[in-house]
């Protein structure tokens, strides 16, 4: 390994010794190996509320966005590789890894998002949406728990404005408009594809056990999340390495102190504390 590769591993190595144990996902171990009583986990009281916030409005809000984005998303996929010509593929790849790297750091921007602002007490938006990062980082195995509607129903929501731009091009579009826009498209669907698995890219990624094999060639590729990079998000107060798609833009984004800025601009400008209402719920007690 160059000088230059090791420097860019050492930050990332020492966070690996501070975070969860792949035998302790939850980290109920001290560093020494003595056992505490349950800090993290679905025992932890915090946790037991956030999970009973999980409402029927929520799992029919996202069914709801599942089956309209299954429709969507075949007819879409039906039309790309109808219009698909051989010839273009030579751009056709550019514009896909795009969409995936923009996939990746849009999947930081939310997460960093939500981590570091707002509250559960929001009115809709609070308990919808920003339960699920609290409860994850109190009991971070929590999404192994969930089925694939709950894992999967916010971003497949997300995704929606892109199908139905997609779908409305190619009822609307003659051919040779489908042709000269045909980059965009596939830049649009890797955006749209990988914007949906984020969440279950996410899941495996706390999977310890009993992940197929394909998915852990991936991971260990890093073409989606690994397991071991995810870590490092891991390590309270949980402020580093928030892609969760790829991880491709973790160290850049860190190399720069990109979130920490931001950070800073926003405390600076509203007096608002980056991580106070995920603090509160990882104290609360029985």
Request: net charge negative; charged share 20%; glycine share 6%.
């Amino acid at each position: 390994m160059t000088d230059r590769h090791s420097e860019m591993a050492k930050p990332v190595a020492k966070k690996v010794t501070d975070c969860m144990s792949e035998d302790d996902p939850n980290a109920n171990v001290d560093g020494c190996g003595a056992t505490n009583k349950a800090r993290w986990g679905p025992n932890h009281a915090g946790a037991k509320e956030l999970k009973n916030l999980y409402s029927t409005g929520k799992r029919v809000q996202e069914l709801i966005c599942v089956a309209i984005y299954l429709v969507l998303i075949a007819y879409d996929l039906f039309q790309m590789v109808y219009h698909f010509q051989s010839s273009k593929i030579m751009t056709i790849l550019p514009s896909i890894v795009f969409g995936i790297i923009v996939a990746d750091f849009a999947s930081g921007l939310v997460h960093w998002g939500a981590d570091t602002w707002g509250s559960v007490e929001m009115p809709i938006f609070g308990a919808s949406f920003i339960r699920p990062f609290r409860e994850h980082h109190i009991d971070p195995t929590s999404i192994t728990r969930h089925d694939v509607i709950e894992v999967n129903g916010d971003n497949c929501m997300a995704t929606l404005p892109g199908l139905i731009w997609l779908a409305y091009k190619y009822m609307t579009q003659n051919p040779e408009q489908i042709q000269e826009n045909y980059n965009y498209d596939c830049f649009l669907m890797a955006l749209v594809f990988f914007v949906t698995l984020t969440n279950q890219f996410h899941k495996w990624s706390h999977t310890y056990f009993g992940l197929p094999k394909w998915v852990t060639f991936l991971q260990d590729w890093n073409l989606i999340l690994p397991r071991q990079h995810h870590r490092i998000h891991h390590v309270s107060p949980h402020e580093s390495y928030y892609c969760i798609t790829t991880g491709w833009l973790n160290y850049p984004l860190e190399a720069i102190s990109f979130w920490r800025g931001f950070e800073y601009l926003i405390e600076k400008s509203t007096g608002a504390k980056p991580r106070s209402d995920d603090m509160k719920w990882a104290v609360k007690q029985e």
